[in-house]
Nanobody
Framework: QVQLVESGGGLVQAGGSLSLSCAAS????????MAWLRQAPGKEREFVAV????????IYADSVKGRFTISRDTAKDTIYLQMNSLKPEDTAVYYC?????????????WGQGTQVTVSS
C-alpha cells in the first residue's frame, strides 16, 4: 500500500528540459530523505540527487550539477526533478526513492520508474 509514483518522463531533444514528479502515498514520510536515481540500459542504477526532509540540504551527482534541480513539497509528500540542458547520456529510467537517513543508508521505498529519452 506504500507507493511512490513517478510521472513526467518522455522524449526530448538534446538541450531541452523535462520536469519529473514523485508523489508518495500509503504512509507518512515525515523525516525521510527522498531522492532520484536512474538506470540506463545495461548499466547499474546510479544516484542522481537527494533532498532532506525539510528541503534545506541537497546533494547532486557530478554529472548533473548545474543542470538538474531537486525540490520538495513536504505538505504533499512530493519531490520534483527539474532537468535542463538535457544530454543523450541522461537517457534512463528515473526512479524515486525514500529512506530515513540523508547522507547514507538503504533506500527503503522505490517507485516504478519513468522513462526519460534524450535524442541527439
Amino acid at each position: 500500500q506504500v507507493q511512490l509514483v513517478e510521472s513526467g518522463g518522455g522524449l526530448v531533444q538534446a538541450g531541452g528540459s523535462l520536469s519529473l514528479s514523485c508523489a508518495a502515498s500509503g504512509r507518512a514520510f515525515s523525516g525521510y530523505a527522498m531522492a532520484w536515481l536512474r538506470q540506463a540500459p545495461g548499466k547499474e542504477r546510479e544516484f542522481v540527487a537527494v533532498i532532506s526532509w525539510g528541503g534545506s540540504s541537497t546533494i547532486y551527482a557530478d554529472s548533473v550539477k548545474g543542470r538538474f534541480t531537486i525540490s520538495r513539497d513536504t505538505a504533499k509528500d512530493t519531490i520534483y526533478l527539474q532537468m535542463n540542458s538535457l544530454k543523450p547520456e541522461d537517457t534512463a529510467v528515473y526512479y524515486c526513492a525514500a529512506r530515513s537517513t540523508f547522507r547514507s543508508g538503504t533506500w527503503a521505498y522505490w517507485g516504478q520508474g519513468t522513462q526519460v529519452t534524450v535524442s541527439s
